[in-house]
């Protein structure tokens, strides 16, 4: 996958290896997003970087989220 390419839904799917409702779960967590009308895509280094990001903070609240609804993993 090119480094600018956008990404589906499907396609971010199999990126991080997550279901659908993880996707979303995400999104709502401030996951980085590109609207093109009203298609939602997704950046594949904004991804990484955001998950960076989220990994080196490690809040209790994200931990929290997850164990709360893990089976959305």
Do not use: C
């Amino acid at each position: 996958m090119k480094k600018e390419s956008l990404m589906t839904i499907p396609e971010l799917m199999d990126f991080l290896q997550v279901k659908r409702n993880t996707i979303y779960t995400l999104r709502k967590m401030g996951l980085p997003t590109v609207k093109i009308g009203r298609s939602v895509r997704f950046r594949a280094d904004s991804v990484v970087k955001w998950l960076s990001e989220l990994e080196e903070s490690a809040s209790p609240e994200v931990s929290t989220y997850f164990s709360d609804n893990t089976h959305l993993l």
